[in-house]
C-alpha cells in the first residue's frame, strides 16, 4: 500500500487490511520489492490474494484452476491476442475490415499506426507479391524487417532489402505452407525516417494498465522512456543491427554500452526536447495521438480478450516516432521488463508498480471513480475519457508526474471518506442496537444456551449504548482480521507511531461528526480510533469473553492481545 | 567603446519591429509636413502616448551601438599579476597533462582517462592564495580574524541587496494556458532588451526558449551567415590539435548523464569549433587568462584565447535542448559563454566574477546561518569547497535540463549570474539539517553521493528560509 494511504487511512477503516494480503510471484525484480513496499506477505501456496505470474504460467496452469472470487493476477487469459506479434497485426487488420464493412469508414481510417506486415510463411505469396511491386516502382531502398513472432527482446530479428536475404531463411526452415515446424516470423516495412536525436534513433516504452475489457478501462502511465540506439543512424548499411534496434537486450551488447547509462530518457526529458523543434501545439497533438493509438489498439481486441475481474494487465507500448512525428505502433508487450539499471529506473518502476497495485485496491478502499491515481490518469473507461475543453493537456501522456502529491492527496480524501462510512454503520449499528434491544437479549439468551454461530453474539448483553457499539468494533476488527496474530502485533506498535497523524485526521473526523449527527449522544468523541485497542482489551477483559465466537483464530488473537488462555479455558467450559 | 557610425545606427533602428510602428504613427500624424522639429515629435508622441516606448527605442538603440570591449586589465592591480600567475601556472599543468598523454600512448595499462588543464578546485585553491598575498601587501599591520575562505578587498554590492532583488521568484506560479501564449505573442513581436528581459525575469515557455535567446543575442535574421560560419569552423576541425584530445576526454562524463548523453557528438564538435574560433577573442566580455607566451612551452593558448577546462562540454550540454540544428546550438553557447560564463573563469574583481561570487555566498551563508558555516569550517569542508562546482558549472548535472534552462533565463533576464548566489545559499540551506550531523568531509560527500533532486524553484524558497 503506497505510504500515504498506510498514514492517513486507519486500521479499522480499512474493508481488507494490507496485513492481511499475500502475493506470489517467481519474479526477483523491482516487482518483489514493490510488494514488499507494500508490506503484503509473500506465499508459496495457492492462499494469494494477488499473483504476478508469467505469461506461461496462465497458459498452462490458469485454465485449470479455480480462483477465489478476491484473487488478483496480471495476465488475461489470451492477453497473446494482442501482445503476439502476429496476432495484434491480424487483429488490427480484421477490427479495420469491420470498421469499413460498418460504413465507419473515418474510424477505419484511424487505424493507420502500424506498418505494412505479413506474416510468414503463410502470407509468403502475397508479401512477395508486394516486394516486386515496390522494387518495379524503383523504391529498391524500401528495406523490411523480419521479426520472429515467439520470441523477445530482439531475438532473431533481421533488416534486408533484397529478397536472396531472406532465402536462406527460406531454405533453412524449409518454405512451405504446410510445414508446421517452420518458425512463424511476421515481415514488416521497416520505417525508414525515424526521427532521430543527435543522430541516434530511439522508440518509446509506455505503460498502459487495463483492469477490465467490460467496459474497457484503462489507466496510462504519465512517464515512459525514449530507448536510444548506441549508434549513429545509418539508412543505407542495414546490417548493423546496433544502429536500428533500440531494444535494451540488444544495446547492453554494444562494445560502447554502458552499464550506468542504460540509454534511456524519460518522456518529459523528450518532450521538452521536441518542444523545442515542433513547438508546443504540435507535441502536444503527437501525445495525444499516442494515447488514442493505444486507445484503439485495445478496442481492436476488446472483444476478443476474455473479460475476467480477477485479471488486470501492464501493458509496455514500443512506439516509434517517424520524422514527422507521426506515432507508429512497433509491439505491445505483455510482460514489459520490470528490471532497472540505475537507481532512478529502480524507484520509477518501483514507483509504477506501486500504483498499480493501489489502482487494482486489494484494500478495497478506492471508490474506483478516480481519474488519477498516483502515476496513472484514467483515460478510458467504456468510451475515451475527454479532458475538459480549458484544460491545458490533452493528454497527461509525458507530463509532469505528481504522483507522490497526488497519492497524498488521494489518500486523505479516502481516509476522509472512510471515516465517514464507519462512523455510519456505527450509528445505524446503534440505533438498530436500542429498538429491538429486548428481542435481542431473548434471542441472545437463547444463542448463549445453545452456542450457535458468531454472528448471534454481535449484540451485546449490556442494556447500555455503550458496550453495544464496542461490541459492535469488536466484529469489525474480527471481521478485518482473518490473520489475526500478525494484525495483533504489528496493529499495537503502529498504533504509538502513528498518533500524531491520527490526531489531524481524528479531528477532520470530529468535525464531520459534529456536523453530521451532533445530536447524537452515543457518539463521543472519545471513541477516537487512537484508544481502539486498549479498548478493546478493556472491554474484553470487563465483559464477558464468552461472548465472541471462541474459535481456534480468536485464541490465537487473546493470545497476542495478552488476554491469556484463562478466558478460553471459560469459554471451552 | 567604439562608436557605431550613423548609417549602422539607422540599420539597426530599421531592424526593429517598434521603429515603423512608431514611423506609422508619425507618418499618419504629420501627414504632409515638410518640415519637422524635435519639439514636434516630442509633442506628438505625448499627444499619442508613445514617447516612452520612443525613448526606449532609442535607449536601447544606442546601447546596441556601442560595442562591448573585453576587459583585459582589472582596476585592482593585484588581480592583473594573479592572473599572470594564474596563466602561467595553467602552462605547467599543460605541460603535465601533455607528458601524461604521451606517457599512455607508449604504456597501454595506464589509462589515466581524467585529463584536464585545470577544474574547479584549482580555481579555488587559486583564489585561496589571494588572501595571504593581499593581507601582505596591504595589511601587514592589519590581522584578519574572519573565518572565511575569501577575504579579499574588493567592491562588492550589498548582499541583502542581491536577496531582495530575486524575492519576487517567490510568488512564480505556474501559468494558466492563454497566460502562457500571451507571452508567446509577445515574445514573437517583441524586439527591445529590456522587454525580452523581462519576459526572461518571468516565465519562458519551453516552447519560445530559442527564440528568445536568438532574439535577445540578435541573431533572429541571421540564422545563414550563422550557418556558414559554423561550416567554416567545422572544416578546419579537420586539423587535429592537442587540445581535441582533452576535449574528446572531457565529453566522456557528459555521456554518463542520463539527460546528455544523447548529444555528445554535438557537444565535442561544438567544442571543437569553439577552441577555434578567432571571433571570440574580440566578443568575449572578460579575457580569461593574460596571453603570455612562453618560448619553452610546446603549446600555445588556443585561438579561442584561453585553456579548455574540466567539464567546458557541460556548459554546451543544456542548450542541445533549445534546438535541433546543430550551428543554433554552437551560436547560443558562444553567445553565453562570451557574455556570461567566461567570469566565472575570471580573475576579476567583477561582480559576476567567480571571486565576486564566492565571496557573496560566503558572506550569505556566515551572516545568515553562522552555525552551519561554522560548523562546515570545523569539519574540513568548507562552504566554498562545497558549493564550488555547483557554483561554476551553474548547477548543470545537478538539476534537471528544464531548472537548467529556468537558471538562464534568469541570467539573460538579469544580464547577471547573481542568480546562482541565490541558488547555492538555497542548495546549502536545503541540505542543512544533514550537513550538520556530518562529522567529517566523508560524511558530507556521501550526502551528495545519494539519489537527489534538486529543483530551481524549490532552492530559491530555501534560499530565503531563515
Not at chain 2, 583564489?127 to 579579499?152: A, C, G, R
Request: proline share 3%.
Amino acid at each position: 500500500m503506497s505510504e500515504y494511504f498506510r498514514k492517513y487511512i486507519k486500521k479499522e477503516h480499512y474493508a481488507n487490511h494490507y496485513t492481511n494480503l499475500k502475493f506470489k510471484t517467481s519474479f526477483r525484480n523491482c516487482i518483489l520489492e514493490a510488494f514488499k513496499r507494500r508490506l503484503w506477505k509473500e506465499t508459496d501456496g495457492d492462499d494469494w490474494d494477488i499473483m504476478w505470474a508469467e505469461k506461461e504460467w496462465i497458459h498452462e496452469v490458469m485454465d485449470h484452476t479455480h480462483l477465489q472470487p478476491n484473487q488478483k493476477i496480471n495476465h488475461f487469459r489470451n492477453h497473446y491476442e494482442l501482445t503476439r506479434k502476429d496476432l495484434m497485426i491480424k487483429n488490427l487488420k480484421r477490427y479495420k475490415k469491420n470498421l469499413e464493412r460498418e460504413g465507419k469508414q473515418e474510424d477505419a481510417n484511424n487505424y493507420n499506426f502500424y506498418p505494412l506486415t505479413f506474416h510468414l510463411p503463410s502470407e509468403y505469396p502475397i508479401f512477395f507479391e508486394e516486394f516486386k511491386r515496390q522494387s518495379q516502382n524503383g523504391d529498391t531502398k524500401t528495406a523490411w524487417i523480419m521479426k520472429p513472432i515467439g520470441k523477445s527482446q530482439g531475438k532473431g530479428i533481421f533488416i534486408f532489402n533484397k529478397i536472396q536475404q531472406i532465402s536462406q531463411w527460406k531454405n533453412t526452415l524449409r518454405y512451405n505452407q504446410d510445414n508446421p515446424q517452420a518458425e512463424a516470423y511476421i515481415v514488416q516495412k521497416y520505417l525508414a525516417d525515424p526521427l532521430l536525436i543527435g543522430g541516434k534513433k530511439f522508440d518509446m516504452r509506455i505503460y498502459l494498465l487495463c483492469t477490465s475489457y467490460q467496459p474497457l478501462t484503462l489507466y496510462l502511465y504519465r512517464t515512459g522512456f525514449a530507448r536510444f540506439t548506441h549508434h549513429r543512424y545509418d539508412n543505407e548499411d542495414i546490417t548493423n543491427t546496433y544502429v536500428h534496434l533500440t531494444n535494451v537486450a540488444i544495446q547492453k551488447t554494444s562494445d560502447n554500452y554502458d552499464e550506468k547509462l542504460g540509454g534511456k530518457w524519460n518522456l518529459q526529458t523528450l518532450k521538452l526536447y521536441l518542444m523545442a523543434k515542433y513547438g508546443q501545439e504540435k507535441v502536444a497533438e503527437t501525445f495525444y495521438n499516442i494515447q488514442m493509438l493505444m486507445i484503439r489498439s485495445l478496442q481492436a481486441v476488446q472483444k476478443i480478450i476474455i473479460n475476467d475481474k480477477h485479471c488486470f494487465e501492464l501493458y509496455g507500448f514500443d512506439i516509434l516516432l517517424d520524422a514527422q512525428l507521426k506515432p507508429w505502433l512497433l509491439e505491445v508487450n505483455a510482460s514489459p521488463s520490470m528490471t532497472s539499471n540505475t537507481p532512478i529506473d529502480f524507484e520509477l518502476k518501483c514507483g509504477l508498480l506501486d500504483d498499480v497495485f493501489t489502482i487494482i485496491d486489494l484494500e478495497k478502499v478506492l471508490t474506483g471513480n478516480e481519474e488519477q491515481i498516483g502515476g496513472f490518469d484514467l483515460i478510458c473507461k467504456g468510451a475515451p475519457i475527454k479532458l475538459p475543453i480549458n484544460s491545458t493537456f490533452t493528454t497527461y501522456l509525458g507530463a509532469f508526474n505528481n504522483r507522490q502529491q497526488q497519492l497524498k492527496k488521494i489518500a486523505k480524501s479516502t481516509a476522509i471518506r472512510l471515516a465517514q462510512t464507519y462512523q455510519e454503520t456505527q450509528t445505524k449499528a446503534i440505533e438498530i442496537g436500542s429498538k429491538g434491544q429486548k428481542e435481542k437479549e431473548e434471542k441472545d439468551k437463547q444463542m448463549r444456551s445453545s452456542s450457535k454461530g458468531p454472528q448471534a453474539m454481535q449484540n451485546g448483553v449490556n442494556g447500555s449504548n455503550k458496550p453495544n457499539n464496542l461490541s459492535k468494533q469488536n466484529t469489525i476488527m474480527k471481521r478485518n482480521t482473518t490473520n489475526l496474530p500478525a494484525l495483533g502485533a504489528v496493529q499495537n506498535k503502529s498504533n504509538i507511531k502513528r498518533q500524531p497523524l491520527q490526531n489531524a485526521g481524528q479531528q477532520q473526523q470530529q468535525l464531520q461528526q459534529s456536523q453530521s449527527n451532533s445530536s447524537k449522544k452515543n457518539n463521543p468523541n472519545e471513541d477516537s480510533m487512537l484508544s481502539a485497542n486498549q479498548k478493546l482489551q478493556k472491554l474484553t477483559q470487563e465483559s464477558k469473553i464468552n461472548q465472541f465466537q471462541p474459535y481456534k483464530q480468536q485464541s490465537q488473537y487473546n493470545d497476542v492481545m495478552g488476554m491469556g488462555s484463562r478466558n478460553l479455558q471459560k469459554n471451552e467450559e | 567603446m567604439q562608436q557605431l557610425d550613423n548609417q549602422e545606427i539607422l540599420m539597426k533602428l530599421k531592424a526593429s519591429k517598434q521603429f515603423w510602428d512608431i514611423k506609422k504613427k508619425i507618418k499618419q500624424g504629420f501627414n504632409e509636413q515638410l518640415k519637422i522639429g524635435v519639439n514636434d515629435i516630442q509633442k506628438f508622441a505625448q499627444s499619442c502616448e508613445i514617447e516612452d516606448q520612443l525613448i526606449k527605442l532609442i535607449s536601447h538603440i544606442l546601447k546596441k551601438s556601442k560595442k562591448r570591449e573585453t576587459l583585459k586589465e582589472d582596476q585592482i592591480e593585484f588581480l592583473n599579476t594573479s592572473k599572470i600567475k594564474w596563466t602561467e601556472l595553467l602552462f605547467k599543468n599543460l605541460d603535465i597533462v601533455h607528458q601524461k598523454t604521451k606517457n599512455q600512448e607508449e604504456d597501454d595499462t595506464n589509462t589515466d582517462s581524467k585529463l584536464y588543464i585545470y577544474d574547479e578546485k584549482n580555481l579555488l585553491a587559486f583564489l585561496q592564495t589571494f588572501k595571504q598575498q593581499q593581507s601582505n601587501s596591504l595589511y601587514q599591520n592589519v590581522q584578519f580574524q574572519s573565518n572565511k575562505l575569501l577575504n579579499i578587498n574588493i567592491p562588492l554590492k550589498s548582499s541583502q541587496s542581491i536577496l531582495d532583488k530575486y524575492q519576487y521568484l517567490l510568488l512564480q506560479e505556474e501559468l494558466q494556458d492563454d497566460k502562457i501564449n500571451k507571452i508567446r505573442k509577445q515574445i514573437e513581436n517583441e524586439h527591445l532588451d529590456i522587454e525580452l528581459e523581462k519576459i526572461a525575469q518571468n516565465f519562458v515557455p519551453n516552447g519560445e526558449r530559442c527564440l528568445l535567446y536568438l532574439k535577445y543575442f540578435e541573431f533572429d535574421h541571421q540564422e545563414t551567415v550563422i550557418q556558414q560560419n559554423f561550416a567554416k569552423l567545422q572544416k578546419e576541425c579537420s586539423n587535429q590539435l592537442f587540445y581535441d584530445e582533452l576535449l574528446e576526454i572531457d565529453g566522456h562524463e557528459i555521456s554518463e548523464d542520463t539527460f546528455y548523453f544523447v548529444f555528445q557528438e554535438q557537444i565535442l564538435t561544438c567544442l571543437k569549433c569553439f577552441i577555434r574560433d578567432k571571433t571570440i577573442k574580440e566578443n568575449i566580455r572578460i579575457q580569461l587568462q593574460s596571453g603570455l607566451k612562453k618560448e619553452n612551452t610546446e603549446f600555445q593558448l588556443p585561438v579561442a584565447g584561453f585553456f579548455p577546462f574540466k567539464n567546458i562540454s557541460k556548459y554546451v550540454a543544456p542548450i542541445c535542448y533549445l534546438s535541433t540544428k546543430i550551428h543554433i546550438i554552437y551560436a547560443l553557447f558562444k553567445e553565453f559563454f562570451c557574455r556570461y560564463f567566461c567570469f566565472l573563469h575570471s580573475i576579476s574583481s567583477e561582480n559576476n566574477s567567480i571571486l565576486a561570487l564566492c565571496m557573496q555566498i560566503e558572506e550569505i551563508v556566515s551572516t545568515r546561518s553562522p552555525k552551519l558555516f561554522h560548523h562546515l569550517k570545523v569539519i574540513g569542508s568548507d562552504t566554498l569547497k562545497l558549493i564550488m562546482h555547483q557554483l561554476v558549472y551553474c548547477f548543470i548535472g545537478d538539476m534537471d535540463p528544464p531548472h537548467i534552462l529556468t537558471i538562464y533565463d534568469q541570467i539573460i533576464g538579469h544580464d547577471s549570474l547573481e542568480i546562482l548566489i541565490i541558488l547555492c545559499v538555497g542548495f546549502l540551506n536545503k541540505y542543512k539539517p544533514k550537513l550538520l550531523l556530518a562529522k567529517n568531509y566523508e560524511n558530507v560527500q556521501q550526502i551528495f553521493s545519494e539519489l537527489r533532486e534538486d529543483k530551481f524553484q524549490e532552492l530559491v524558497q530555501f534560499a530565503y528560509k531563515q
